[in-house]
């Protein structure tokens, strides 16, 4: 099953696009097994990660490099900005 995790850009290139992200694990939600939020994390957004990528404890830094097997678009997804607590079964491909 996919990790749920909570990132940000870090970085962008010359045209703003990023290209450089700081994940963390996400918290689970109380009470709903099987979901994850970003509150309290300091982070923009949501994401879905290949599982055990991302650390139990502390930051992740990837990059976004063509071929890269540990870059951010190999690894992780970026979910819906709107929701604010998501389904790990969500992550689903």
């Given at each position: ?7 940000k850009?870090i ?8 290209i450089k ?5 996400a918290?689970p939600?109380?009470?709903?097994p ?7 994390t ?13 650390p ?10 063509k071929?890269d097997?540990?870059?951010y678009?190999n690894?992780?997804?970026q979910?819906?900005q709107?929701?604010l607590a998501l ?7």
């Amino acid at each position: 099953m996919p990790d749920g995790g909570c990132g940000k850009p870090i970085e962008r290139d010359a045209e703003g696009k990023p290209i450089k992200w700081q994940l963390v694990k996400a918290h689970p939600t109380e009470n709903h097994p099987g979901y994850f939020n970003c509150l309290g994390t300091d982070m923009a957004f949501s994401t879905c990660c290949l599982p055990n990528k991302l650390p139990q404890h502390g930051t992740l830094t990837l990059m976004d490099k063509k071929n890269d097997p540990q870059a951010y678009s190999n690894l992780c997804r970026q979910t819906k900005q709107y929701k604010l607590a998501l389904q790990v079964e969500g992550c689903g491909p």
